[in-house]
């Protein structure tokens, strides 16, 4: 098997570890929420998992566009500006910050779950711009 290929596959592997770990922190959010902070169980895990699970995307991404020789096609930077919707609006709703609202964690959560499926729609379709 060539380099792009298994790289690929992992960067693949690593989207379905990415969506389990930010479903399994939403869920946080849902069960036993301890004044307007999610659920303190397991934090360090799930937090652990998304990092990895992030880092693994990002350094996949990061080799499959070195190994294209930085040849992109237009949508890729729809892709790239709504990986930092989705980043951005999982730090807010997991800010350890008591002035954040439940509710205002639950729409940074739904925020970055439409940011995430709109990046797999993008990558389905390879829209053409222009």
Known sequence: MDTHLVIKIVH???LLLLIIAVLARAAT???GV???QPNPK???AYVALQHLAFTLVIGTGLILLFLNNFQVQPWF???VVLVIVMLSSLI????QDASVLLIQRRAGVLISCVAFM???GIVM?????G
Request: aromatic residues 18%; without cysteine.
């Open 118 to 120: 709109a990046i797999i």
């Open 12 to 14: 693949m592997s690593s």
């Open 77 to 79: 930077y729809a892709k």
């Open 42 to 44: 397991g934090r360090k």
């Open 92 to 95: 807010k709703a997991y800010r």
């Open 34 to 36: 301890e004044n307007q």
């Open 29 to 31: 959010l849902y069960f």
């Open 125 to 129: 379709i390879k829209p053409t711009f």
